[in-house]
């Protein structure tokens, strides 16, 4: 048993495939009712520390527990925990509906009830519809809905989600994300994903790995430096100097809440660094474009942090 | 949740499955013909019997057996009890069990394979213990073939009763006993291709394995029964079965229609004892590997 607060908890976690190590010596706590990312580029180990997670895999060294158990303890976690697993193809000669209900028995739930809970959660991915057709006819988008349905069936207290938006278009992986967005507060979900403006836009936080090992991991306000750090883009032909058009270095050092000021001439972007317990992002975006404005310097975006790509691309 | 409970769902769904599948009604459809033209077959073969040995009734035609099988053994109580099984029934049940590892295997090869290879297994891997699963797909595949022997069994018995070659009675004592000595020896079959199913990831690879593995026990038992039979022919006295004979499932039919209780029992013994070691076997083996 692990403490109570921890969701899921992975402790010096391996994973080989004979030679090849998949995943090395993580070890991560996702707290209670957050909306946690897995991030990395391709071949990280995202996927097998989901697999990890949902027990379809045995670790080599190390352990996770979720929800205070092991992932196989099926009795303990009947119910409490849903899975959308990326690759798994919907049974395809059963009906939705009667898959869903089957799914909703095997979590212990009365037939009649499991009725109203599988239409409930198709009603929630608006495929009620579907009810009646087999899962090998579901286009892929309507399939995916059918499986995160599956993956939120009797609201459960853990939601594991790998890739809830691949390969979808983009209409379809919008509607998923407001879905998602949707059970924030009743679940705490983790996706794995590589799509990083999307687990920017969903997650409280994320761990970054890269081949196999925990690179970075805490808050998303933490790991993109959103509380710490303005970005400011400007016109291209910017120069820094004290003169109209120009960016005012030492004017910006002077603002009081300014810890440091760089300025990318390649990006062409004005990087200030500020303390985050004597101020808030918004003062701090007021007065540094109130100085640039004054100085006639022509901006054109503005953006709290490096953003999560960004991170990702600096640690990977 | 108990075990059970999912057990039952698991082989509710498998039925379900196995029954709608194109691969289901397919192999269901040339079973039944099959069967109605083998149980035809049979009948033709006794009535063709009858009329050699010029047996008028179905009581003659059991006395004439009787006293053949007198002169062949020289037991009077082993000959009376074998003239009273129904003849064609009984082909009919030699050729039912010889076929039934086929049925098994070409319904029961993808049964957890094919759902490693989808990873649907995935679906039910957090809802079901892996026990149960294995055990839920092993009876929902010979719960299937047992329907099927069943529904051929009452077609062959059809036939039998029209042409007048066994009574209601007869039907009762020895057709139930002909299917329960099918559906035992099923449950050996099921169990392996099972057991093998869990084994692979490739539903090809897992039905080609079953394959050879039942083509192995077939010869097994083959050997043994050639080998009994160039026994008996050089010394006239039939030996009891050799060890590699009790391999192959469809060899404990004589046993199982015998007049002894202990050999019944014993037959009866080691197939549920197969059955239960396979399962506890490939349930050990699913639950160990990575979905």
Known sequence: MTAPEAAVRLHRLTKRFGPKTAVNDVSLTIGRGSVYGLIGPNGAGK????????GYLRPSAGSVHVLGHEPRAVDELRSRIGVLPQDATLPATDEVGELLVYLARLQNVPYRKAVDVARGALEEVDGIGWWKMRCGNLSHGMAKRVALA???LG??????LD???????????????????GRRGRSTIVISSHN???LEEICDGAAILDRGRLVASGKMTELTAADDEVRVKVAAGTKRGSGPGEVPMGELRELPMVKTVEFDDEALEIVVGFERAQTNVETVIGSVLSSLLRNQVRVSGVTRGRGLEQRVMDLV | MSPTVEIRLVLARELRRSLRSAKGIALGALTLLGAFVTSLICA????????QLGAESSQAFVELKREAIEKATGDPSFAAY??????SLLAFLKVTIWITPLLVALVGFDSISGELQQRTVRFWALRTRRWSYFTGKLLGLWTLVAIVTLTVNLLAAAVALEKGYVSVRELFVWGARFWFVAFVISGAWAAIATFISACFVTPIVALLTTFAVFFALWLAGLGGFVGRLKDASATGI???MSWYEYLYPNAYDTLLLSSELTRVLMALGILMASIALIAALGSALFERRDL
Do not use: H
Not at chain 1, 47 to 54: E, P
Not at chain 1, 155 to 160: I, K, Q, T
Not at chain 2, 44 to 51: A, D, I, K, L, Q
Not at chain 2, 82 to 87: G, K, Q, V, Y
């Open chain 1, 155 to 160: 609201e459960p207290e853990l939601v594991l």
């Open chain 2, 82 to 87: 074998a003239a009273s099984i129904p003849s």
């Open chain 1, 150 to 152: 599956q993956a939120f």
């Open chain 1, 196 to 198: 990083l403006q999307e």
């Open chain 2, 44 to 51: 033709w073969v006794e009535g063709s019997n009858r009329s």
């Open chain 1, 163 to 181: 890739e809830p938006t691949a390969g979808l278009d983009p209409k379809v992986a919008w509607e998923i994300r407001q879905f998602i967005k």
């Open chain 1, 47 to 54: 996927t097998t520390t989901f697999s990890l997670m949902a």
């Open chain 2, 238 to 240: 039939v030996k009891d």
